[in-house]
């Protein structure tokens, strides 16, 4: 089991800046995947934000490419994004993500999510 718990998030205006932090129960380097996901207001589905897999290489969303930057504290189990020229259409519930392998496959983990609101 992987508890992942979100902070950060909250209301800024256009060009501002919001860092979100999400702290596991597990040692994340140990981790398969880790990432943060989000979803707008009135969409069904969560959007791939950032992500890093067991290569160790970070993906963003297009979206966000030079905007957004995820990195991670091992020694606090902690992974961090930090997003900078926020846009309204990055307004959104974000996520916290995390791939645990077992034995019997990979087991997803979600955080409870945290509200961003960016107005013009």
């Known amino acids: 089991q992987v508890q992942l718990v979100e902070s950060g998030g909250g209301s800024v205006q256009a060009g501002g800046s919001l860092g979100l932090s999400c702290s596991a129960s597990?040692?994340?380097?140990?981790?398969?995947?880790m990432g943060w996901y989000r979803q707008a207001p009135g969409k069904d589905e969560r959007q791939l934000v950032a992500?890093?897999?067991?290569?160790?290489?970070?993906r963003y969303a297009d979206s966000v490419k030079g905007r957004f930057t995820m990195s991670g504290d091992n020694a606090k189990n902690t992974m961090y994004l930090q997003m900078n020229n926020l846009k309204p259409e990055d307004t959104a519930v974000y996520y916290c993500?995390?791939?645990?392998?077992?034995?019997?496959?990979?087991?997803?983990?979600w955080g409870q999510g945290t509200l961003v609101t960016v107005s013009s």
């Open positions: 993500y995390a791939v645990q392998r077992t034995n019997s496959g990979n087991d997803e983990y």
């Open positions: 597990v040692i994340i380097s140990r981790l398969k995947v």
């Open positions: 992500a890093i897999l067991g290569d160790g290489i970070i």
